[in-house]
């Protein structure tokens, strides 16, 4: 009943014909009408509006880039110091400052994608068409072998640490999520050089080394989140923090094998079916 008579209060103010200074001295919300108590509505959130000019405009536009867009933007790139730290900080309720875990990993993901699009012309020159299109599908499902790090991530926290602190499931898998994106940011500041200054011999190079030195960062990162969510001590629960910093190197070296056969058996079938 609320809902439609509020609705009906907005849908009326459209049909005024002559916009004035006045229509805006009202003590109704006039994103959803309810009855405004202070500078802000209670009931959806938005701020009492007033009659749009320049200069609201270019201060609204500066206080929303200043306080949405810079202050989440900085926050995201803080992840990358502390994701642990941060991940406590959005599970004990900092939402609106924070990026949501999920939001961060699509935006990370998409980021990769782009990189990643850069460095597809350097793909071998293979014998056969036949053999081309197998590694270009290969690639393809390659893109994706990154987010085994989260299952990873999540199931060595699980293992290691689970009773600490009353985490559930789900906030352990915020920390997992802001671990992911994490990891991907390295990922594609180690795909830079390829992009840069593509060369057979990076690339060779790139290709048998790089799986090593990143599961080891990818390691590290991890054993510092854990330490900033759990708020672990190293005197304390140095080897369980080393012990899940192992494990989660373990898991993400045989899910990423599991994934590579999969993948190239799936394609291989793909190949003969059609
Ligand atoms: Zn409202």
Redesign the pocket.
């Known amino acids: 009943m609320l809902k439609l008579s509020s609705t009906s209060i907005v849908m009326e103010r459209l049909l005024v014909n002559t916009i004035t200074d006045t229509l805006f001295d009202t003590t109704s919300?006039l994103?959803?009408a309810?009855p405004l108590g202070g500078p802000y509505?209670a009931?959806?959130g938005?701020k009492k509006a007033g009659r749009m000019g320049v200069a609201t405009v270019r201060k609204e536009a500066w206080a929303r880039f200043r306080w949405f867009e810079w202050r989440v933007l900085l926050n995201a790139l803080r992840v990358l110091r502390a994701p642990g730290g941060m991940a406590r900080e959005y599970v004990l309720g900092r939402r609106k400052d924070l990026p949501h875990p999920l939001t961060l990993l699509c935006l990370a993901i998409g980021l990769l994608l782009l990189v990643l699009s850069h460095t597809e012309y350097l793909r071998p020159v293979l014998p056969s068409e036949a053999a081309q299109r197998v590694y270009a599908l290969v690639t393809s499902y390659s893109k994706w072998s990154f987010s085994l790090g989260v299952v990873a991530a999540y199931l060595s926290a699980w293992c290691l640490f689970r009773r600490r602190l009353g985490y559930n499931a789900t906030e352990l898998l915020a920390l997992a999520l802001y671990c992911q994106a994490v990891f991907i940011a390295w990922q594609m500041i180690n795909q830079l050089p390829l992009v840069l200054a593509p060369s057979p011999a990076l690339l060779h190079w790139h290709r048998q080394w790089s799986p090593w030195y990143m599961t080891t960062l990818q390691a590290l990162v991890f054993i510092g989140a854990l330490r900033q969510f759990f708020l672990a001590e190293l005197r304390r629960d140095g080897w369980r923090l080393v012990l899940a910093g192992a494990l989660f190197a373990l898991l993400k070296w045989q899910a990423t094998q599991l994934y590579a056969h999969a993948v190239v058996a799936w394609v291989l079938w793909q190949r003969d079916a059609g």
């Open positions: 919300c994103n959803c309810a509505c009931q959806c938005q």
